[in-house]
């Protein structure tokens, strides 16, 4: 690509798991696309913005596989215009938006309407991919549109929770191949063993009076649809995986084996912190918190690359967080937290697979998830030095319960630049 730079990013230690990628150097940027990289102190074009990044991180923009929106239908939890600032403060420029919205995305209209949504809440945000359901009004029942729906612009078909009925599963799959969907995205648990399950089964659960799911219930749905994904050879994802043995094994279907991702929640917190916090509803998520040895294994696979990871964005107001246990709300909200809070836990090369090349893999989108000339111009810049308070202003919602309130984070996103533009940057920074 030729032409002036519009944009620099000096300085800073380029990290790109796609290209392997690890040294200082200036990023140059020119429209919405990378123009190149090139040395420190390279000299900046004339007119174009410069971004100081010297003993600063810069790695692709984040893509996050799994974003619960509260609009339309919930927005006095939390407006649109929010969750897509609360994005970019966290480095995200390509987001997933769940099709378990009020109403939910069941037809071309609604993904239009969404995507038009997205445009008007904030132009210059993050690029929002809309899900669309499986399933009627993500019932299990009876098979979706995809073909309607996949015309408007839907990559992904997601009824999010889990399809019961296997013979629907199938025929559903073989629907959205022929549809032309890119991914078809499934809660691997059981939906027979998960059903009104708050905790995982341990003696924790049993001690403390709660409803639990067995481990084994994501083992045992992840293998029913591995088969049904080699079957249909529809192309799978299982999100918001919490033990080892849901992922999948390499080879199985005919287009690759499903793919897995996790939440940065699952990451970071396990069955102790229950231990620890009895009864917190903040941990009150889905699924629920697994045992600690299956969160180090899990920790494990995502550092080696076979697992991404997301925010696990779903917010919830006090309304219905602020309940007993079991009845309480599942769900936290992380999408300004994400980077910030795995700081450490993962090393900028795995922070760049997981969450970046990885999941615009698995979406498709060749163009993302990379630092790299001719790229989509998708950038986040960090600083490993700096920490900041988990509180109500980090997080960016009014519906903010999460794990980690009260906790610093490892490090801090100055800066987010979506397709070409400084979309998001500390005023301290």
């Known amino acids: 690509?030729?032409?002036?730079?519009?944009?620099?990013?000096?300085?800073?230690?380029?990290?790109?798991?796609?290209?392997?990628?690890?040294?200082?150097?200036?990023?140059?940027?020119?429209?919405?696309?990378?123009?190149?990289?090139?040395?420190?102190?390279?000299?900046?074009?004339?007119?174009?913005?410069?971004?100081?990044?010297?003993?600063?991180?810069?790695?692709?923009?984040?893509?996050?596989?799994?974003?619960?929106?509260?609009?339309?239908?919930?927005?006095?939890?939390?407006?649109?215009?929010v969750t897509l600032a609360a994005a970019l403060a966290g480095g995200v420029t390509?987001?997933?938006?769940?099709?378990?919205?009020?109403?939910?995305?069941?037809?071309?209209?609604?993904?239009?309407?969404?995507?038009?949504?997205?445009?008007?809440?904030?132009?210059?945000?993050?690029?929002?991919?809309?899900?669309?359901?499986?399933?009627?009004?993500?019932?299990?029942?009876?098979?979706?549109?995809?073909?309607?729906?996949?015309?408007?612009?839907?990559?992904?078909?997601?009824?999010?929770?889990?399809?019961?009925?296997?013979?629907?599963?199938?025929?559903?799959?073989?629907?959205?191949?022929?549809?032309?969907?890119?991914?078809?995205?499934?809660?691997?648990?059981?939906?027979?063993?998960?059903?009104?399950?708050?905790?995982?089964?341990?003696?924790?659960?049993?001690?403390?009076?709660?409803?639990?799911?067995?481990?084994?219930?994501?083992a045992i749905g992840a293998a029913r649809d591995r088969a049904l994904s080699a079957l249909t050879g529809m192309a799978v994802h299982h999100h918001a995986v919490t033990t080892p043995a849901a992922v999948s094994p390499a080879g199985l279907s005919p287009g690759g084996a499903p793919t897995s991702s996790t939440t940065m929640w699952h990451l970071l917190f396990d069955e102790e912190s229950l231990r620890q916090r009895p009864y917190d509803t903040a941990l009150r998520l889905w699924p629920p918190l697994a045992p600690a040895a299956e969160r180090k294994a899990l920790l494990d696979l995502v550092r080696r690359g076979l697992v991404a990871v997301s925010?696990?964005?779903?917010?919830?107001?006090?309304?219905?967080?602020?309940?007993?246990?079991?009845?309480?709300?599942?769900?936290?909200?992380?999408?300004?937290?994400?980077?910030?809070?795995?700081?450490g836990a993962l090393t900028p090369i795995e922070i760049a697979k997981a969450m970046s090349a990885l999941p615009a893999s698995i979406l498709g989108l060749t163009d993302r998830g990379r630092i790299e000339p001719g790229a989509r111009?998708?950038?986040?810049?960090?600083?490993?030095?700096?920490?900041?308070?988990?509180d109500e202003a980090l997080a960016i919602s009014r519906s903010w319960a999460n794990p980690a309130r009260g906790a610093r984070t490892a490090a801090r996103v100055v800066a987010t630049v979506a397709a070409g533009r400084v979309a998001f940057q500390r005023s301290d920074a």
């Open 311 to 343: 925010s696990g964005h779903r917010p919830v107001p006090n309304r219905t967080k602020d309940l007993e246990f079991s009845l309480a709300e599942p769900g936290a909200t992380g999408l300004a937290l994400a980077l910030p809070l795995l700081w």
């Open 94 to 218: 390509t987001l997933v938006a769940l099709s378990d919205t009020q109403p939910p995305v069941d037809g071309a209209d609604d993904v239009q309407q969404r995507l038009a949504a997205a445009r008007d809440a904030l132009p210059y945000g993050p690029d929002v991919v809309v899900a669309g359901c499986l399933t009627r009004r993500r019932e299990g029942k009876e098979i979706a549109d995809h073909a309607d729906m996949t015309g408007a612009g839907a990559r992904v078909l997601t009824d999010v929770a889990a399809v019961a009925d296997t013979e629907v599963l199938r025929r559903a799959l073989e629907y959205a191949k022929s549809s032309g969907a890119r991914v078809v995205m499934l809660d691997p648990t059981d939906a027979a063993l998960g059903k009104g399950t708050v905790a995982t089964e341990s003696p924790l659960s049993t001690r403390m009076g709660l409803r639990a799911v067995p481990l084994a219930a994501q």
């Open 377 to 390: 111009a998708d950038l986040v810049v960090v600083d490993p030095r700096a920490t900041d308070l988990v």
């Open 1 to 81: 690509m030729t032409g002036v730079a519009d944009l620099v990013i000096s300085g800073g230690r380029v990290v790109c798991a796609a290209t392997g990628i690890d040294r200082v150097a200036d990023v140059h940027v020119a429209g919405a696309h990378v123009l190149g990289l090139h040395p420190p102190g390279t000299p900046i074009p004339a007119g174009a913005r410069h971004l100081d990044a010297r003993e600063r991180v810069v790695l692709p923009g984040l893509v996050d596989l799994a974003v619960h929106l509260r609009a339309p239908g919930r927005e006095d939890d939390e407006t649109l215009d």
